[in-house]
Every structure is written in structure tokens, then in C-alpha cells.
């Protein structure tokens, strides 16, 4: 039998495949050019500020939040409808949407972390985020996830001061 054809050990490992930060920084220029140049809208941010609000020791929340000045974010807004109920004060209609954010691009360019309970302005009007989730991941690799998707309901009138 011949050795030619012998398979052998590699000295190292082969290099992560489509994941170096190459790659990475490739696919953040795309998503940064077509966020905000394609398919992006402009919201406003208004993020909690951590430092001046007053949280309960035990359950975390707080009755009077401050806010930092907003910020100017292009991200990708759908509008996810009107959801009616019916309550024992009457009919209660509830407006949503789900705003989908390039992480890196907020993180490392504005230095900016989306949280539940911060404000946004979206075509005129007032949205509180509810919910977040990191959906899509980077060549399907768990730790390296590049969208945060935020649910968002309409606020009540009064309820929010951006002043």
C-alpha cells in the first residue's frame, strides 16, 4: 500500500469559517449602508437614565423616570396593527410595533443599549418598548448575534413627557 495517500494530522486547526473579523466587519458595513440608506426610518430614542432614576430596591421598577436627551437611530419599523379588547371601563385599543436594530452599529457607533421601558418617537407619536429579542444570528453562531428586535406599544396620552 502506498503513503502517498495517507491522511495526516494538520499542525493547527483550520481558521473559523466565514467568522473572522473580517467577515464580521463586512457584514456591519452592509447592514450599516442599507439601514440607513435603503430600507431604514429615523426614530428617536430616548433612553433611561440610569444614574438619576430612582429603582425600588426589590422590585426594580420605578414610578418617575428620567430620561437622557434623545437619540437619532435608523432602524427598520413595521407596523404591527391594532389589538382591541374589551375591559369592564370599556373598549381598550392597543397600537404596536416592532423595531428591528443593527446592534453593533448602536453599541459601537452610538454607544447606545436598547432596555425595556425606554421611549421611542416614531412618526409622531410615542411608543415604550416591551420586549426584546436577538432573533438572527451571525453565520448562525450563537455568541455572535447582529439584531435586537424591539416590541414597542403606543403610550398613553400624558403618559411620557419628552420635555
Same mark, same amino acid.
Given at each position: ?16 469559517? $466565514? ?20 430600507? &431604514? ?12 432614576? *430612582? $429603582? ?15 437619540? !437619532? ?7 404591527? &396593527? ?9 373598549? *381598550? ?14 453599541t459601537e ?5 436598547? !432596555? ?11 411608543y415604550e ?19 435586537? *428586535?424591539?416590541?414597542?406599544? !403606543?403610550?398613553?396620552? &400624558? ?5
Amino acid at each position: 500500500m502506498s503513503t502517498k495517500n495517507k491522511w495526516t494530522q494538520p499542525d493547527a486547526p483550520p481558521p473559523p469559517m $466565514f467568522l473572522n473579523q473580517k467577515e464580521r466587519n463586512l457584514v456591519k458595513q452592509v447592514n450599516d449602508e442599507l439601514i440607513e440608506r435603503v430600507i &431604514g426610518q429615523t426614530i428617536l430614542y430616548y433612553p433611561i437614565d440610569i444614574e438619576i432614576t *430612582d $429603582f425600588h430596591d426589590i422590585y426594580g421598577e420605578a414610578i418617575e423616570k428620567s430620561f437622557l436627551p434623545p437619540v !437619532r437611530v435608523m432602524a427598520m419599523v413595521k407596523f404591527e &396593527g391594532h389589538a382591541t379588547t374589551a375591559t369592564n371601563y370599556g373598549i *381598550d385599543r392597543l397600537q404596536s410595533i416592532s423595531i428591528s436594530f443593527h446592534k453593533r452599529r448602536l453599541t459601537e457607533d452610538q454607544d447606545l443599549y436598547v !432596555r425595556v421601558g425606554d421611549f421611542i418617537l416614531y412618526a409622531g407619536l410615542y411608543y415604550e418598548i416591551t420586549s426584546l429579542e436577538e432573533p438572527k444570528w451571525l453565520f448562525g453562531r450563537g455568541d455572535k448575534s447582529f439584531e435586537i *428586535d424591539a416590541k414597542c406599544i !403606543r403610550v398613553r396620552e &400624558g403618559t411620557f413627557n419628552a420635555q
